[in-house]
């Protein structure tokens, strides 16, 4: 069985930084996608980035573009949302996910994903 841990979320104020990680474990296949995923109150869940185990490449959302990272640790089984330049819209819960069915194609799509955590409160505000 799948299992995701996100940790790493708090309170910042705009301009800041946070990290959010997220552990995995159970997995079957080399293959897969790892998501980050931001649900705020009263608003659909949004994708933010993605990143593949295939060749390790990324994907971002355009509203995250150029602020945040995401970065893999494949000993650790971790995945990692560095965010930089926060702004109060980015307050959120964020959830990581993994795609285990598309073989690390990227996507940010909330239906392609098949196991999530629990989530992790952002909250971006001075």
């Known amino acids: 069985q799948v299992q995701l841990v996100e940790s790493g979320g708090g309170l910042v104020q705009p301009g800041g930084s946070l990290r959010l990680s997220c552990v995995g474990s159970?997995?079957?296949?080399?293959?897969?996608?790892i998501g980050w995923f931001r649900q705020a109150p009263g608003k659909e869940r949004e994708g933010v980035s993605c990143i593949s185990t295939t060749d390790g490449s990324t994907l971002y959302a355009d509203s995250v573009k150029g602020r945040f990272t995401i970065s893999r640790d494949n000993a650790k089984n971790t995945v990692y949302l560095q965010m930089n330049s926060l702004k109060p819209e980015d307050t959120a819960v964020y959830y990581c996910a993994v795609d285990t069915t598309l073989w690390g194609i990227l996507t940010l799509r909330r239906p392609d994903y098949d196991y999530w955590g629990q989530g992790t409160q952002v909250t971006v505000s001075s």
């Open positions: 159970g997995f079957t296949s080399r293959y897969y996608t």
